[in-house]
C-alpha cells in the first residue's frame, strides 16, 4: 500500500445505488502512477480486447489513491481489495469513484476537451479506414 501522503486532497461526494451519499477524498496521481494508469486503463478495459485481471490491478492502483474519512484518525487509503469491498458499498459507486479519479487527474477530461480528443481521433481513423479500403479495392480482382 502507498504510504506517502495524498497529493491534492479532496472531498469528493460519490452518489451510492440506494440514492445516498457517501463522501470520498479523491487525489491527484504521482507521476509515475499516473503515467501506468493513463496509458493502460482505457485500453485494459476494453470489451473482448482488455485484460480484466490488469484492469483490476489498476483499479485497486487507482483507489490506492482514494481514502475514507475516518472520525478522530487519518483518513484511511483504500489499497487493497478488501479494504475497497468493506468502504465502497456498491458496484456502480465503485465506478463513480474511478471516473471522479480520470477527471480529477486527466486534463484532457476537463471541460469538454475529451469530447475534443475523442472527435480529432475519430476523424483520424476514419481516414485511416477509407484509406486501407481504397488501397484494398485497388488490389482487388475485378468483378464481371
Known amino acids: 500500500m502507498n504510504h506517502l501522503p495524498l497529493l491534492q486532497p479532496k472531498e469528493q461526494p460519490i452518489k451510492l445505488m440506494d440514492g445516498s451519499e457517501k463522501i470520498f477524498i479523491i487525489s491527484k496521481f504521482s507521476a509515475t502512477a499516473g503515467r501506468e494508469i493513463v496509458t493502460q486503463y482505457p485500453l485494459t478495459a476494453a470489451p473482448k480486447i482488455g485484460d480484466y485481471k490488469t484492469n483490476e490491478a489498476l483499479m485497486i492502483k487507482i483507489l ?51 469530447s475534443h480528443y475523442l472527435d480529432q481521433f475519430s476523424g483520424k481513423f476514419q481516414a485511416l479506414i477509407t484509406q486501407m479500403l481504397t488501397q484494398l479495392r485497388a488490389q482487388s480482382p475485378a468483378k464481371d
Not at 481514502?67 to 479494504?83: C, F, K, N, T
Open 64 to 114: 490506492s489513491h482514494v481514502a475514507v474519512p475516518i472520525a478522530g484518525a487519518d483518513p484511511l487509503r483504500l489499497g487493497s481489495l478488501d479494504l475497497i469491498n468493506n468502504h465502497v458499498p456498491d458496484y456502480e459507486a465503485l465506478i463513480r469513484i474511478e471516473w471522479a479519479m480520470m477527471e480529477y487527474n486527466c486534463s484532457f477530461f476537463a471541460k469538454g476537451a475529451l
